[in-house]
Nanobody, 122 residues
Framework: QVQLVESGGGLVQTGGSLRLSCAAS????????MGWFRQAPGKERAFVATISWSGDRTYYADSVKGRFTISRDNLKNTVYLQMTSLKPEDTAIYYCAAGGPPSFRFEEYGAWGQGTQVTVSS
């Protein structure tokens, strides 16, 4: 059974930083690509970042490129999202997901966490 648990969300001022974590209970975690998505109120779930199983390939949405960094620790079965220079438009529920090849399509991910709220105040 796959279980993903996000943590690290919270309230931060514009320009601040947060680091999200996603702890995975997955057999062979190191064989899965991992992704972060977000969903703001009234909007569809949107791709944020993804990382290959080995960590050698990362991809980002244009809106977060240069501000967010995705990384993983396969010994700890954990994926991270370091967020800096946060903006009010980054406010959303952030979800981690496990899937096959790195993808910006949420349909490519078969397991999801429950999400963690990130709120950026202006």
């Amino acid at each position: 059974q796959v279980q993903l648990v996000e943590s690290g969300g919270g309230l931060v001022q514009t320009g601040g930083s947060l680091r999200l974590s996603c702890a995975a209970s997955i057999r062979s975690f190191s064989t899965y690509s991992m992704g972060w998505f977000r969903q703001a109120p009234g909007k569809e779930r949107a791709f944020v970042a993804t990382i290959s199983w080995s960590g050698d390939r990362t991809y980002y949405a244009d809106s977060v490129k240069g501000r967010f960094t995705i990384s993983r620790d396969n010994l700890k079965n954990t994926v991270y999202l370091q967020m800096t220079s946060l903006k009010p438009e980054d406010t959303a529920i952030y979800y981690c997901a496990a899937g096959g090849p790195p993808s910006f399509r949420f349909e490519e991910y078969g397991a999801w966490g429950q999400g963690t709220q990130v709120t950026v105040s202006s």
